[in-house]
């Protein structure tokens, strides 16, 4: 028994052999083609009787052929090519045309708009601010046969939690749809993120953040610009246990976060549930 093991071993051990030969074979062939591209001609020839050889000692003929003709190893000579140039974009112009996306101009005119009725200033964003909260603004679909451009605006209205949605026509400037939902969670924009770890940091649970921050730093954390951040809507469906703190998550807007040091070390914080309509911070697991 002892014997077909090490029989078997040994096979194994050639066929790994074998595989690592014809890497190098491969590696031979590819590399001469390279050294011409980014290295000094001297470092690219003798690269390149190097690769041949070993080609030549593991595959034959057919690796020779990898040089092309001429003397084995010999690299082709010519001019270098020119660095590539960057092409500026186009300038955007105010509006734009058919399924073009949105312009800057665009963009502003569309959000100043949905903002018009007076509705708009009893609402209230994430901070508790006068006016609803700004989550995006995208094209509206066509209308069949109507080439007009409309954007449609989704804000969120902390003081009711609804999602309101407006479409504006650009041409005309009016609003000329505006609906409400409840129980509707689109992604979180970054204000609401920054929001969330202002939150975290001014909680008893933050606490822990502050000290893996020192930890990684060895200064104190005092402000949100120090941290890199994201994150996302907290969806309670998406989880085997629910603390009875969140059980309102979905019908509160309520979002999870990632942070790090900004070019440093990550600070674990995606078991800290913050509720921002209730402006609570819950540990999870």
């Known amino acids: 028994m002892y014997e077909i093991v090490r029989r078997h071993l040994g096979k194994v051990v050639a066929g790994a052999a074998m595989a690592v030969t014809g890497t ?3 590696v031979a062939i590819t590399l001469p083609g390279q050294a011409g591209a980014d290295t000094p001609a001297g470092a690219a020839r003798a690269g390149g009787s190097a690769g041949t050889t070993g080609a030549a000692s593991a595959g034959g003929a057919g690796a020779a052929d990898a040089t092309g003709p001429g003397q084995p190893g010999e690299q082709a000579q010519g001019p270098a090519p020119q660095p590539a140039t960057v092409v500026p974009a186009a300038a955007e112009g105010k509006k734009g045309v058919g399924s073009d996306p949105l312009t800057d101009d665009e963009l502003a005119r569309a959000e100043s708009l949905a903002l018009t009725p007076p509705a708009a200033s009893a609402q209230q964003d994430v901070t508790g601010g006068r006016g609803p909260q700004r989550l995006g603004t995208r094209l509206a679909d066509p209308l069949p046969g ?16 609804e999602l309101v949605t407006r479409t504006v026509n650009l041409d005309t400037g009016k609003v000329e749809k505006s609906g ?7 992604s979180a924009h970054p204000e609401e993120l920054r929001e969330a770890l202002e939150l975290i940091l001014a909680s008893p649970l933050g606490q822990g953040v502050k000290e893996d921050y020192k930890d990684a730093t060895g200064k104190e954390l005092t402000s949100t610009g120090q941290l890199w951040f994201n994150g996302d809507v907290y969806r309670t469906y998406r989880e085997a246990h629910v603390p009875a703190q969140l059980a309102r998550c979905g019908e509160h807007r309520c979002v999870r976060l990632v942070t790090k040091v900004l070019n440093g070390a990550w600070i674990d914080t995606r078991n800290l549930i913050v509720d921002l309509s209730a402006r609570t911070v819950t540990r999870v697991g």
């Open 24 to 26: 190098a074979v491969a």
């Open 146 to 161: 109507d080439g007009t451009r409309r954007a449609e605006v989704r804000l969120y209205d902390y003081g009711r939690d």
């Open 180 to 186: 409400s939902q409840r129980g509707v969670q689109p």
